[in-house]
């Protein structure tokens, strides 16, 4: 009697079969999406390069050199129409000083112009820095010097993805609880 026991088949194979969401691992998470509008190369490059290293979560979609062609990124047009391409940031760090349409009035722009999902990290050197405030009022989540350090960087970028995250798992938790808190319910 070694018959073919499905039974005995489908027990001895249960215990190795894990849900595919049992470890979560970067790459089976959605990705934060990340644009990025800095004139300077090297500040780019940096800044990728920290975003590699220590925010597994953020996916660069774009990079933008000015603001006028950050404006025909966010609004659709030209070369930025296909959203499959060039999806919509959850994300953006912003230079404050670049020529053309700069940082400024692209916070400005956007007042006019809502991107609800949008979080703005700007990003200028030690100079603009007296204009912190300024930025904030005008819709900036964030404002950060530009680091001199990688390590500096990285703390920002890691924090900001941490950050996001959090905020993440917030939103998703409150309709949950908004459905756990019925107005017909048994008390004892």
């Avoid at 595919?20 to 300077?40: E, G, N």
């Avoid at 300024?134 to 390590?151: I, N």
């Amino acid at each position: 009697m070694c018959g073919f026991d499905p039974l005995h088949r489908h027990h001895a194979k249960q215990p190795v079969k894990r849900p595919a969401t049992s470890i979560m691992s970067p790459s089976a998470t959605p990705k934060i999406s990340v644009l990025i509008a800095d004139d300077a190369k090297e500040d780019r490059f940096l800044l990728k390069s920290a975003i590699t290293d220590h925010a597994p979560r953020f996916q660069i979609v774009g990079e933008v050199i000015d603001g006028a062609e950050l404006k025909d990124y966010l609004s659709g047009h030209g070369k930025y129409a296909d959203r499959g391409r060039h999806p919509l940031p959850d994300l953006l760090f912003l230079d404050l000083r670049m020529p053309g349409m700069d940082g400024f009035e692209v916070l400005e722009w956007l007042q006019q112009h809502r991107h609800p999902r949008l979080k703005i990290v700007v990003r200028t050197d030690s100079a603009g820095f007296a204009y912190k405030s300024e930025a904030l009022a005008l819709g900036a989540s964030h404002f950060f010097a530009k680091q001199s350090t990688m390590d500096e960087l990285a703390k920002m970028v890691s924090g900001l993805q941490r950050e996001m995250l959090d905020d993440e798992e917030n939103k998703s938790k409150r309709p949950a609880e908004k459905k756990h808190r019925p107005g017909t319910s048994s008390a004892g």
